[in-house]
């Protein structure tokens, strides 16, 4: 995933995560409301440019001439998800996969747009299956933990999946904030 999605992604986490402590206090005819995903659907002021219209047309008729055309799919898949188009986003991840099953880091994006897509549980098998793959890829490691915290209130399994990015990617450009992000959750926990 590019550097733009990991800080689109993590900006967006920190809002949802700010807003999620009247989400974690049980309250009676409030227990069964969703927990807001970590990127605001309408957050305009996040928001990347509109793909160029070129690359697009590219793209397309790539696809046309190729609709197995694996880097084609991967792309057109990055360009509709920084579009926040996340369920389109995820079936071109499927088509590349159908492709090249074993692309962990295409898994994972697809994993990234089903969870925005509030696929929670799709999303988690995704990610899971990147994990079984490779137990420290970086973006499995941050969105599985997303997932699980918001998607599923699971807050000791988002600390361990986080913890295990912090330590197998000490040198990741993002480390501060997914250190936030961990430290945040654990007051969280603490005030519980």
Excluded: C
């Excluded at 790539?62 to 991967?74: T, V």
């Excluded at 899971?128 to 137990?135: E, F, H, T, Y």
């Excluded at 499995?140 to 915290?149: Q, T």
């Excluded at 997914?178 to 959750?185: A, E, S, Y």
Aim: net charge neutral; aromatic share 6%.
């Amino acid at each position: 995933m590019r550097a733009a999605s990991w800080a689109f992604l993590i900006f967006g986490f920190g809002i949802g995560l700010l807003g999620m402590n009247t989400y974690i206090k049980p309250r009676a005819a409030e227990t069964t409301k969703p927990i807001p995903l970590f990127v605001p659907q309408n957050a305009a002021s996040t928001a990347l440019p509109p793909a160029d219209p070129a690359v697009v047309k590219r793209l397309e008729d790539q696809l046309k001439a190729d609709p197995k055309n694996f880097e084609a799919l991967r792309e057109m898949g990055n360009l509709r998800y920084d579009e926040r188009k996340y369920a389109e986003a995820a079936e071109l991840y499927a088509r590349a996969l159908e492709v090249r099953p074993d692309d962990v880091n295409v898994r994972s994006d697809r994993g990234g747009a089903l969870l925005q897509s509030q696929q929670v549980d799709e999303a988690l098998k995704e990610l899971q299956a990147v994990l079984a793959k490779d137990p420290v890829h970086p973006q499995a490691l941050f969105i599985m933990g997303v997932a699980l915290v918001e998607g599923k209130n699971d807050r000791e399994g988002a600390l361990a999946s986080w913890k295990k990015l912090v330590a197998s990617h000490p040198n990741l450009p993002e480390l501060d904030a997914v250190k936030r992000q961990i430290q945040q959750l654990e007051e969280l926990t603490r005030r519980k």
